[in-house]
T-cell receptor, first 110, second 118 residues
Framework: KNEVEQSPQNLTAQEGEFITINCSYS?????LHWLQQHPGGGIVSLFM???GKKKHGRLIATINIQEKHSSLHITASHPRDSAVYIC????????????FGEGTQLTVNP | DAGVIQSPRHEVTEMGQEVTLRCKPI?????LFWYRQTMMRGLELLIY????????DSGMPEDRFSAKMPNASFSTLKIQPSEPRDSAVYFC????????????????FGPGTRLTVL
């Protein structure tokens, strides 16, 4: 079992739909990151959180430390949101090392 | 700031050749990370530095891989000799610190170097 598991692996939505991507992890963590990888390959950090909830524009990230679970929500999805979304955790005992999930491929159709 | 700069963007080489990938972190960042991304294994951390000192190199696949950070503005990842299974995209990232309480733990990624070993 991977330390970080994401679901779904692939997600297709229609423009305007509300989207949720889930991330579960099995280790104690000091922080969790959500990354976005564009079709061209570039990686952008969306959120880093260790508790609660963060919001940036149409993106919302939540984390439940007790349940070892995080979700990334996209409201009013748009075709430009099409990308791979990657969850990564920094364990409480591994310093700055990040362990990555396999990513969720999101396609938003017009 | 130009962000994290990596060179070259693409590298095609033959098996057995030495390959050197270069990274310039964002000025003022004291952490530098090297990652590898493949279809089979996804993103993996290879090594990271803090204040130019290697902190964790447990992700470096084998002795053919080496990384250096001679100063705060430059790092190299070297593969010698290269093998076809080293073909991947190599990302460099930098950050200002990793305290869980800090709001500046975000890692900024470079555009990556796509390496193909024939």
């Amino acid at each position: 079992k991977n330390e970080v598991e994401q679901s779904p692996q692939n997600l297709t939505a229609q423009e305007g739909e509300f989207i949720t991507i889930n991330c579960s992890y099995s280790v104690g963590i000091s922080a969790l990151h959500w990354l976005q990888q564009h079709p061209g390959g570039g990686i952008v950090s969306l959120f880093m959180l260790s508790s609660g909830k963060k919001k940036h524009g149409r993106l919302i990230a939540t984390i439940n430390i007790q349940e070892k679970h995080s979700s990334l929500h996209i409201t009013a999805s748009h075709p430009r949101d099409s990308a791979v979304y990657i969850c990564a955790v920094r364990s409480a005992t591994s310093g700055s090392r990040l362990t990555f999930g396999e990513g969720t491929q999101l396609t938003v159709n017009p | 700031d130009a962000g994290v700069i990596q060179s070259p963007r693409h590298e095609v080489t033959e098996m057995g050749q030495e390959v050197t990938l270069r990274c310039k972190p964002i000025s003022g960042h004291d952490y530098l990370f090297w990652y590898r991304q493949t279809m089979m294994r996804g993103l993996e951390l290879l090594i990271y530095f803090n204040n130019n000192v290697p902190i964790d190199d447990s992700g470096m696949p084998e002795d053919r891989f080496s990384a250096k950070m001679p100063n705060a503005s430059f790092s190299t990842l070297k593969i010698q000799p290269s093998e076809p299974r080293d073909s991947a995209v190599y990302f460099c990232a930098s950050s200002t610190g990793t305290s869980a309480r800090s709001s500046y733990n975000e890692q900024f990624f470079g555009p990556g170097t796509r390496l193909t070993v024939l």
